[in-house]
Nanobody, 123 residues
Framework: QVQLVESGGGLVQAGGSLRLSCAAS????????MGWFRQAPGKERVFVSG????????FYADSVKGRFTVSRDIPKNMAYLQMNNLKAEDTAVYYC????????????????WGQGTQVTVSS
């Protein structure tokens, strides 16, 4: 079973930057897109960004376009999220997970959510 471990979160001032990492281990779960979701307090978990493992095509939620950059390292089984010009509304727990393209949700049968990494942006 795949395991995902997120890291790189922290406390940063508005306008600052953070780089999140996602380490994937275990068997290949067979999904084409790896992505990032976030969940703010009292809100649902939402799609942030995704990248195709093969081909490298990237996808972004409108709220982060132009500020966040997603990437992956296939040999290392790693995905990254570079977050620049952070805003208070980016404060959330960030999770990596496979993404269903066009639906921009995690697969309903995906159960291997990691613990996430907390990002807090002070204004």
């Amino acid at each position: 079973q795949v395991q995902l471990v997120e890291s790189g979160g922290g406390l940063v001032q508005a306008g600052g930057s953070l780089r999140l990492s996602c380490a994937a281990s275990g068997r290949n779960f067979g999904y084409d897109v790896m992505g990032w979701f976030r969940q703010a307090p009292g809100k649902e978990r939402v799609f942030v960004s995704g990248v195709k493992w093969y081909g490298g095509q990237t996808f972004y939620a409108d709220s982060v376009k132009g500020r966040f950059t997603v990437s992956r390292d296939i040999p290392k089984n790693m995905a990254y999220l570079q977050m620049n010009n952070l805003k208070a509304e980016d404060t959330a727990v960030y999770y990596c997970a496979p993404v269903l393209e066009y639906l921009w949700i995690a697969p309903p049968d995906f159960q291997s959510w990691g613990q996430g990494t907390q990002v807090t942006v002070s204004s």
